[in-house]
């Protein structure tokens, strides 16, 4: 998804989100960044980055939320396949552990 609004909105205009963002907020840290930021934008202005850089870091972008999305994908299905071995083994205490886990973090917690 983030992927999608970066490859429409592009590189550029979201540095000038961030950046503002980044300058509202009261800490050191973040209006350095907005700073860095602002200079960055100041640097496509004049054309110091080229578009094609532009164009490079928006596909290297896209290609990594690719790959964070495949893992997160990868991860749900692993758990999913453990989840329904847990639900299917013959075993009562495979089957309930869970359940029974969740009941007393809540018990625990009505406790306190």
Same mark, same amino acid.
């Given at each position: 998804?983030?992927?999608? &609004?970066?490859?429409?909105?592009?590189?550029?205009?979201?540095?000038?989100?961030?950046?503002?963002?980044?300058?509202? &907020?009261?800490?050191?840290?973040?209006?350095?960044?907005? &700073?860095?930021?602002?200079?960055?934008?100041?640097?496509?202005?004049?054309?110091?980055?080229?578009?094609?850089?532009?164009?490079?870091?928006?596909?290297?972008?896209?290609?990594?939320?690719?790959?964070?999305?495949?893992?997160?994908?990868?991860?749900?299905?692993?758990?999913?396949?453990?989840?329904?071995?847990?639900?299917?083994?013959?075993?009562?205490? /495979?089957?309930? $552990?869970?359940?029974?886990?969740?009941?007393? /973090?809540? &018990?625990? $917690?009505?406790?306190?």
């Amino acid at each position: 998804m983030l992927g999608t &609004i970066l490859s429409t909105i592009g590189l550029p205009n979201i540095i000038k989100l961030v950046s503002s963002a980044l300058g509202i &907020i009261n800490n050191d840290t973040a209006k350095k960044a907005s &700073i860095a930021l602002k200079d960055v934008e100041q640097a496509i202005t004049k054309k110091e980055i080229t578009p094609q850089q532009i164009n490079q870091a928006n596909r290297h972008t896209e290609k990594m939320f690719e790959i964070e999305a495949d893992l997160s994908k990868t991860t749900i299905k692993e758990v999913n396949k453990t989840i329904r071995k847990e639900t299917e083994a013959d075993d009562k205490y /495979v089957r309930r $552990w869970r359940p029974t886990f969740g009941y007393s /973090v809540a &018990i625990a $917690w009505i406790i306190t």
